[in-house]
């Protein structure tokens, strides 16, 4: 669950990206993802680097941003699997950009040189299970009609990679079209294209440990949603546990020095001395006195989920009769 992969990708291009664009601007051609110098000179290196690394710092940023969205997919499949569709998409998009580009030069007769450099095709790849697999639910509307959901605003940035270049449409399409390839399971691509065990286990052993953030040790641990917005909303839920009951902690502190509109002590003993408070002239046998209420474990949880203790819960929930308002707001008055 904490994505190393998705995080090696996200930090090192985007690191050597902008060290190229302001520091070693003289070493981008090596980056540059010539086509013609690929299909003359036999330039195959340039397949690796030039669809590897961004040389626009825009389409660095847009395309980290969706690396950033996409790391459900690390989270959901496992590294390996992860890293097999990203292996798989990445080299059936290079033999679909070639191919794109022998068609727009025989039907349309536009001689490409060139195209933007970046890891662009396996980010337009992972549209296809973004679609596919991320349900769609709507937050919003504007204006009555459109509606706004939690995958709008990856859409969004995808529409913005894909306006960023001239030619930058041939890696979207040519990364759609692989993205489907692998997701549908066209020839068994993805059992050809995978990444073998022991190649996992090396990366596991040496890129999981340099990008594997440590557990929080102070917080308490929140399922993990299924996507972004489902985790954003366990994290809204804790805060607002948290919260409450700083609020019932707060409440207790004043109600103990200021004292509350009802005097509880009236009514009921205080909780710690509730087996103390005997009548002076009479005193109860053992006979005569009543069973125990038999409390709900549940009810139990709730009050100790507000920061109550677990006596404290069990003697307010059978001093109430197992009323869990009643036992609430006793508790909160003492």
């Not at 079209?177 to 990366?203: D, E, Q, T």
Request: charged share 15%; hydrophobic share 45%.
């Amino acid at each position: 669950d904490k994505a190393p992969l998705s995080k090696s990708l996200l930090l090192v291009p985007s690191a050597i990206s902008i060290l190229l664009t302001l520091l070693f601007q003289h070493y981008q051609k090596f980056f540059a993802y010539n086509l013609q110098a690929i299909k003359e000179d036999f330039q195959i290196w340039r397949l690796v680097c030039g669809r590897t690394i961004c040389l626009d710092l825009k389409d660095t940023f847009c395309s980290s941003l969706l690396i950033y969205n996409f790391r459900i997919f690390e989270r959901r499949y496992g590294s390996r699997k992860f890293s097999s569709f990203l292996l798989g998409a990445w080299m059936l998009s290079a033999l679909f950009d070639l191919l794109l580009v022998e068609i727009a030069e025989y039907i349309f007769g536009i001689t490409i040189n060139s195209l933007p450099s970046g890891f662009l095709g396996p980010v337009f790849a992972l549209f296809v299970p973004f679609y596919s697999s991320i349900p769609r639910v709507q937050v919003t509307q504007v204006l009555g009609h459109f509606s706004i959901t939690n995958k709008t605003l990856v859409y969004i940035l995808g529409l913005q990679l894909l306006t960023s270049g001239s030619y930058i449409w041939i890696l979207a399409l040519s990364g759609l079209v692989s993205g489907i390839c692998y997701n549908s399971s066209i020839l068994k691509v993805h059992r050809i294209l995978c990444v073998p065990s022991w190649v996992a286990k090396i990366f596991s052993w040496t890129l999981e440990p340099i990008f594997s953030s440590a557990e929080p040790t102070n917080e308490v641990r929140v399922g993990m949603g299924a996507t972004v917005d489902i985790q954003r909303q366990q994290r809204m839920e804790l805060l607002d546990r948290q919260i409450m009951m700083s609020q019932v902690a707060q409440m207790r502190r004043q109600r103990q020095q200021q004292g509350g509109m009802i005097n509880w002590n009236r009514l009921f003993p205080p909780l710690r001395h509730r087996h103390n408070a005997n009548y002076q002239d009479h005193q109860p046998s053992e006979q005569d006195t009543p069973p125990p209420t038999e409390v709900s474990e549940e009810q139990v949880a709730r009050l100790m989920e507000m920061g109550f203790s677990r006596g404290d819960a069990l003697e307010a929930l059978r001093a109430s009769n197992n009323d869990l308002n009643v036992a609430t707001n006793f508790l909160l008055q003492h």
